[in-house]
């Protein structure tokens, strides 16, 4: 097998630097409770091996287009060694669920080594209540989000089962394709991705620019976009140590906090992670009242058939995070007013993002755009002040076998240029909120996690005094008509 990648997968490696790693974090919670066994590491790793299948770009490895001719490739590697990939480590005392996130706050800051595939699995024991963490580092240049949440749902089973399948594919990777056979298929390949991505870049262009002048004709503030950045402490160039914490929030806490009219579960998102990171910046001396941050959001695009687990078919849009309101209903109208705007462009820019771009842009291209942002200090990032994301989970359990997931953890990455990372991802009725960060920018996640929650119980705080004012309202309606009723009696 030797398969091209795409313009954003080859994006992402040429972002990453031994510092800004491109690796996301899929973490999942199980709970052997209910195997009549117990837990058994051995077992979870035949598991492992007998469902690799399901997931076959485990076994897919990096190799660079000669010359620079094309995008890289992936090419199944023969060496494959599932215990190189696949850890045991038992968590740091006390076990608990913050013990876990300084454990993952360490691994996250692991490059990957690109002479074999892109991703390790530490499988985290001695967890409260006998539960086990799978704490998977997987490179972005494998799949986005959207992809990632298919393939979790090939990997494990819908219903509670300890069958396997009898008899899974047999493997038989091919020799890894000489420097010649790549070259000769780099020569083969680029024509035909000159002449398919060169109309769509140029006429993505041209939408681009039609776009902007529309705003500017229609008297409208040009949309958000990296070039409008504000200075902020948040905004640097990246340290080698990352920050990570999360947690489980109630969905039902942010449909309660959806207080004004048509406000969204992520318009509620935004306006608390705005509330947040206005705090935050207090304390770190910055004045939040200068007026909102630009805010990088993952959009979803459309996936080719037979690529519903695999390949970035994601482009970025931007939208403002109001840090400048300090009234929730305020922040709240202002998140709501512009998301509306966000979803607007989107629709209008189709075909004009990053997407189209990225699959004519050489892997020097990307690294000089790289280099350039680490020379202006990280003033300038592609995601913005912050990236933020809300990804849709499954809404019903997973089973590895018999043993349940009981939660599931995502992220994403961050840039020079944007040091924070938050991202909410949904699992069974949970919200799960993540925050990365480069260590020196946040040493302590869980002051930015607790500014979160009291944003939210603020919300819900208001939801319940309007409640409440309708309840009585109602009392005294009904009061009025036992009032004149008997009046009239």
């Known amino acids: 097998m030797m398969k091209r990648m795409g313009g954003v997968d080859a994006m992402f490696l040429g972002m990453e630097t031994p510092r800004a790693y491109m690796h996301t974090f899929k973490i999942a919670i199980l709970d052997p409770a209910a195997h009549p066994e117990g837990w058994c590491f051995q077992r979870y790793q035949e598991r492992m091996q007998h469902r690799l299948h399901r997931i076959p770009l485990f076994r897919w490895r990096y190799m660079p287009a000669p010359l620079g001719l094309g995008h890289p490739l992936w090419v199944e590697d023969p060496d494959f060694y599932l215990g190189y990939h696949l850890r045991r480590v038992a968590c740091p005392a006390p076990g608990d669920h913050r013990a876990l996130c ?27 209540g006998g539960k086990v963490a799978a704490v998977t580092l997987v490179h972005h240049a494998y799949v986005d989000g959207v992809g990632a949440s298919h393939a979790m749902q090939q990997f494990f089973n819908l219903e509670p089962s300890e069958e396997e399948e009898h008899d899974p594919p047999r493997w038989l990777p091919p020799p890894v394709p000489s420097w010649s056979r790549r070259l000769l298929a780099g020569i083969r390949d680029l024509p035909g991705l000159i002449a398919t991505g060169l109309p769509i870049a140029v006429s993505g262009l041209r939408k681009k620019r039609k776009l902007d002048r529309a705003y500017r004709d229609a008297g409208k503030p040009p949309h958000p976009s990296p070039a409008q950045m504000p200075a902020t402490p948040l905004n640097r160039v990246l340290s080698h ?48 009242s200068q007026g909102p941050l630009v805010a990088g959001i993952p959009v979803a695009g459309e996936r080719p058939p037979g690529m519903e687990g695999e390949g970035n078919f994601v482009s970025t ?33 189709r075909g004009s993002d ?13 690294r000089f755009i790289a280099w350039m942002i680490r020379r ?58 993540c925050i990365l960060a480069d260590s020196k920018v946040l040493p302590d996640g869980w002051v930015l996690h607790d500014y979160f929650c009291e944003e939210l119980a603020v919300l819900n705080g208001i939801a319940d005094q309007m409640t409440a004012q309708e309840e009585l309202k109602g009392t005294a309606r009904n009061t009025q008509s036992t009032t004149r009723r008997a009046s009239k009696r």
């Open 241 to 288: 140590g990352r920050t990570f914490v999360c947690e489980s929030i109630p969905l039902a806490n942010f449909n309660k906090a959806r207080i004004i009219d048509g406000a969204t579960l992520n318009d509620v998102f935004l306006c608390c992670a705005a509330g947040a990171l206005r705090r935050l910046l207090q304390d770190m001396d910055y004045d939040p």
């Open 317 to 349: 849009d931007f939208t403002w995070l109001h840090i400048e309101f300090e009234d929730p209903l305020e922040r709240l109208a202002a998140s709501h007013a512009s998301t509306d705007e966000m979803k607007k462009h989107i629709e209008a820019a």
């Open 376 to 433: 202006k200090g990280g003033k300038l990032g592609l995601a913005g002040n912050v990236a933020v994301s809300n990804v849709p989970g499954p809404r019903e359990p997973l089973y590895l076998g018999p043993i349940e997931v009981v939660n599931w953890f995502s992220t994403g990455q961050i840039f020079d240029g944007t040091s924070l990372n938050m991202t909410l991802w949904s699992y069974c009725g949970k919200a799960n909120l």
């Open 102 to 128: 300084e454990f993952m706050s360490s691994v996250y800051a692991y490059q990957l080594d690109r002479s074999r595939p892109l991703w390790i699995t530490w499988v985290v024991e001695g967890l409260e």
């Open 354 to 366: 990053i997407t189209a771009l990225a699959q004519l842009s050489p892997m020097l291209l990307t």
